[in-house]
């Protein structure tokens, strides 16, 4: 009889629900992939940044030092690739929010013939690969005298962070209500009171949220950045590649670098989990 009852149930109600003593397995499960996606990776570059040699099979370097960090962070030549890459990613950042927020303002509130087809078309520099982005805007930049000059890197990185400040930004101004603007109207506000007391309060999350994600994508931005800029226009992406080559890899530098990158999105991602709201994100990346 019981096993007839079981038979009857529903798909959802013989579903298995998560108890107490599944709390112990899932955080292990957790933390076990956050060491080795994370942990670990970032324990090995720290190890190669300061080993000094680490000659097989040793399993940990034999010796340390800690005069190669004295000597990255003394170079000239990289504290000018970590000021291009912060004045750039500022430039981007404002540059980004001052164009996306009139267009996320006429996909949110505007209904109109082929609005899929614009949203596709404006998230396509994020569907298409990158480098393919980066090699036709090089084509044009270089016919247009823009290649290798800070001007050409600033306006092919607006290319690759304006599709998710428009998506952000969307779905932020998505969430202002219609009669709050009416209202608005019929006490005789103009449209530039509404958008100064209105539109841009209510819209700061988005704001906030796509320029964190505008300001670390630029400053880690390597493709787009190395194909119009370099070797004039050096930013800390393009000085890692530079230690990463093939025919003269530099290991224990190239970590270095790596963990001065870490630093700025580390900060962000950490600022955006304290003053961020988890459905706009959501809304923003298409989940909800």
Known sequence: MS???EN???PA???????REDRLPVAVGLYAFL??????????MFLWSIADGWPPPHVLPQSYTTERWAGVLGDSGLLRAAINSIVIAFVVTFATALIALPTAWAMARFPFRLKRAVEIFILAPIIIPGIVVAVGIGQV???LGLAYSVAGVILVQIVGTLPLMIRLM???LETIPDDLLHAARS???GTFGIVRHIVLPLAVPGLLAGGLMSFVGSFEEFDKSFIVGAPVVETLPIKLYMYLDPYS???PLASIVSFLLLLPALVIFVIAGRVLRDDLMAAGMGKI
């Open 170 to 172: 969307t779905a932020a």
């Open 8 to 10: 009857t149930l529903s």
């Open 187 to 189: 006490l005789g506000a």
């Open 13 to 19: 109600a013989r579903k298995r629900r998560f108890t």
């Open 249 to 251: 890899m530099q290991l």
């Open 35 to 44: 060491f080795l996606a994370i942990a670990l990776p970032l324990g090995l």
């Open 141 to 143: 930049f270089l016919a």
């Open 3 to 5: 096993a007839l009852a």
